[in-house]
């Protein structure tokens, strides 16, 4: 079974258009990431939720809004797209809402081209 | 300056030689450091933590951490094609919720057989 899993893999989609990435975790954890990785392979944090409380908001465009219905659960939607969006985007998981010491575990990454 | 640099390489190395990667940092508050691993197409997995100053062994993978020099090492031992990744460094200052881990952009090494 995938620890933590998110859908869809890969996403080519159009300027302008709005989409949804999945995460779930079957870890039994209180803390979900969402991180950005750009063509360089920069790795950034975007968001965090510990219990479906948003603890970390990075700087990124309102157009990003994350979703948690649950604490398994964390959803990525993304308004009005544009064209540097194109990245991969990682859904992540860890135990304790500290990152210090804390294994975070990473999905597969969503690949998300915009065109 | 970026708060962590990392050379992004591409490394070559033949399998069965010692492979050195390197991270440097600006910020000395700074005190957790980990090495993640990333095979293409895949998400980054953690491969060693160290807290403060130090080494810390594991099997064929040794972390050091050098705080006056602000410089953090990964060394890979008898390196094998299944090495052949991109390494991430990652580090943090306070043990809190709220505080983010800030990765280097990774160095790719590709181990030949």
């Known amino acids: 079974d995938t620890a933590v899993s998110q859908t869809p893999k890969y996403l080519v989609t159009q300027m302008g258009n709005d989409k949804s990435i999945k995460c779930e975790q079957n870890?039994?954890?209180?803390?979900m990431y969402w991180y950005k990785q750009d063509s360089k392979k920069f790795l950034k944090i975007m968001f965090s939720?510990?219990?479906?409380?948003?603890?970390i908001n990075e700087t990124v465009p309102n157009r990003f809004s994350p979703k948690s219905p649950d604490k398994a659960h964390l959803n990525l939607h993304i308004n009005s797209l544009e064209l540097g969006d194109s990245a991969v985007y990682f859904c992540a998981s860890s135990q304790r809402r500290q990152v210090a010491g804390n294994t975070i575990y990473f999905g597969e990454g969503s690949w998300l081209t915009v065109v | 300056q970026k708060e962590v640099e990392q050379d992004p390489g591409p490394l070559s190395v033949p399998e069965g030689a010692i492979v050195s990667l390197n991270c440097t940092y600006s910020?000395?508050?700074?005190?957790?450091f980990m090495w993640y691993r990333q095979y293409s197409r895949k998400g980054p997995e953690l491969l060693m933590y160290?807290?403060?100053?130090g080494n810390k062994e594991d099997g064929r993978f040794t972390a050091q951490v050098d705080k006056s020099s602000k410089y953090i090492s990964l060394f890979i031992r008898d390196s094998q094609p299944s090495d052949s990744a991109t390494y991430l460094c990652?580090?943090?200052?306070?043990?809190?919720?709220?505080?983010?881990?800030?990765f280097g952009k990774g160095t790719t090494l590709s181990v030949s057989s």
């Open positions: 990652a580090m943090t200052g306070f043990n809190q919720a709220g505080t983010a881990l800030i």
């Open positions: 870890l039994g954890h209180d803390t």
């Open positions: 160290t807290y403060s100053s």
């Open positions: 910020n000395s508050a700074f005190q957790y």
């Open positions: 939720y510990n219990n479906k409380e948003l603890i």
